[in-house]
């Protein structure tokens, strides 16, 4: 069974399903920008069979949880740490798509003693040098989003969460991946291969900066999960209960 529950983190409430065992090993599903831990409950049933306890937050900004003044990478991360503190969690599994995946990168990256498996599907890694600036086109993608913001907040996402994420992406971060090596749990990339708009030669890079990784391919695209879930739910199944 589904529950749905809301919690107060650091001045904003967030939303969350939870199913499984209470007392069993806690493992945290994390969705992509423009979604809600909705995306997840196709694998709900897998995961509590094996005994785990599952917990599928809306990010700041998504589906239920509270819309937020600002939208840094770094805030959905510290949202996640604050979940997991508040739940009294402890240790705990993650499993990211996209912005969820980055969220759960520089988690494990902070707090490496908090993540015990870390399953990174479709990590957009950001620029790791300086380049040009944002360009025409991811001007007028903002512009298409905020237009459309008064219907979005409404209903799923406000537009500025991924606005800031694409932004912040595109801009030089190379502390990132100079971090990657301080991630210590076993760690699972998985690529949506050539149909994918991020590239498996980037992810390729990821898998070889983090020490306990490897590398996995499902080649239908960027969302993997949804696209092949059942080829997504048994190779996650099978490296989170090895």
Do not use: K
Not at 11 to 18: P, S
Not at 149 to 178: H, Q
Not at 218 to 242: C, E, K, N, Q
Request: with cysteine; charged share 20%.
């Amino acid at each position: 069974m589904v529950t749905h529950n809301d919690v107060d983190v650091d001045q904003l409430t967030m939303h969350y399903r939870e199913a499984g065992d209470p007392g069993g090993p806690p493992v945290v599903l994390l969705h992509g920008g423009g979604s809600d831990g909705g995306t997840w409950e196709r694998m709900f049933g897998a995961l509590t069979a094996l005994g785990m306890r599952v917990i599928a937050p809306d990010l700041r900004g998504h589906g239920r949880s509270s819309r937020a003044p600002r939208y840094a990478l770094a805030d959905h991360a510290s949202d996640i740490g604050r979940l997991c503190q508040a739940l009294a969690l402890g240790p705990v599994a993650l499993v990211g798509h996209s912005l969820g995946a980055h969220t759960a990168s520089l988690l494990a990256q902070s707090r490496p003693e908090q993540v015990t498996r870390l399953v990174l599907e479709e990590p957009p890694a950001p620029n790791p040098r300086p380049g040009p600036r944002p360009t025409a086109g991811l001007t007028r993608r903002r512009s298409l989003l905020l237009a459309a913001g008064g219907v979005l907040r409404r209903r799923r996402y406000d537009p500025r969460a991924l606005v800031t994420a694409i932004t912040e992406l595109r801009e030089p971060d190379p502390g990132w991946w100079a971090a990657l090596p301080s991630i210590t749990a076993p760690t699972l990339v998985i690529s949506g291969g050539p149909r994918s708009h991020i590239a498996p030669r980037t992810l390729d890079h990821v898998v070889r900066a983090i020490p306990q990784a490897r590398l996995a391919t499902i080649p239908v695209g960027h969302r993997v999960h949804s696209l092949a879930m059942d080829r997504f739910t048994d190779l996650v199944t099978a490296f989170l209960v090895p």
